[in-house]
Nanobody, 134 residues
Framework: QVQLEESGGGSVQAGTSLTLSCSYSLYSHMRYIVGWFRQFPGKQLDEREGVGAIDKAGRTVVAESLKGRFTISKDPAKDTIYLHINTLKPEDTAMYYC?????????????????????????WGRGTQVTVSS
């Protein structure tokens, strides 16, 4: 059974940093990608924005607009994917989700960027709320 669970969200002050965790249970013998997405207040689920993603081999991609502040990493020994957010801004306030798709990987930089599309992912966590105050 594929399962994902986010943690680490909360109410924070602008300018601080935060690390979100995604603990996952996947089929270890298969390729996979795990992505981070966010849903802004007032937006629908189908408007979730791709933040970044990582494949089984450890290749990462971060949305162009978020490079420099957002970093993806993983700890294979703990089956955990991390989203590191630096210099938080009020505009980062959102529900953050992790999601997985089995049977694929990043074949190139352009391929990885294309795989920041939420509709490519089949399994989703319930999300963790991040609220950034000025």
């Amino acid at each position: 059974q594929v399962q994902l669970e986010e943690s680490g969200g909360g109410s924070v002050q602008a300018g601080t940093s935060l690390t979100l965790s995604c603990s996952y249970s996947l089929y270890s013998h298969m390729r996979y990608i795990v992505g981070w997405f966010r849903q802004f207040p007032g937006k629908q689920l189908d408007e979730r924005e791709g933040v970044g993603a990582i494949d089984k081999a450890g290749r990462t991609v971060v949305a162009e607009s978020l490079k420099g502040r957002f970093t993806i990493s993983k700890d294979p020994a703990k089956d955990t994917i991390y989203l590191h957010i630096n210099t938080l801004k009020p505009e980062d306030t959102a529900m953050y989700y992790c999601a997985a798709e089995m049977g694929t990987e990043f074949f190139s930089d352009s391929d990885a960027r294309r795989k920041l599309a939420a509709d490519l992912y089949s399994w989703w966590g319930r999300g963790t709320q991040v609220t950034v105050s000025s």
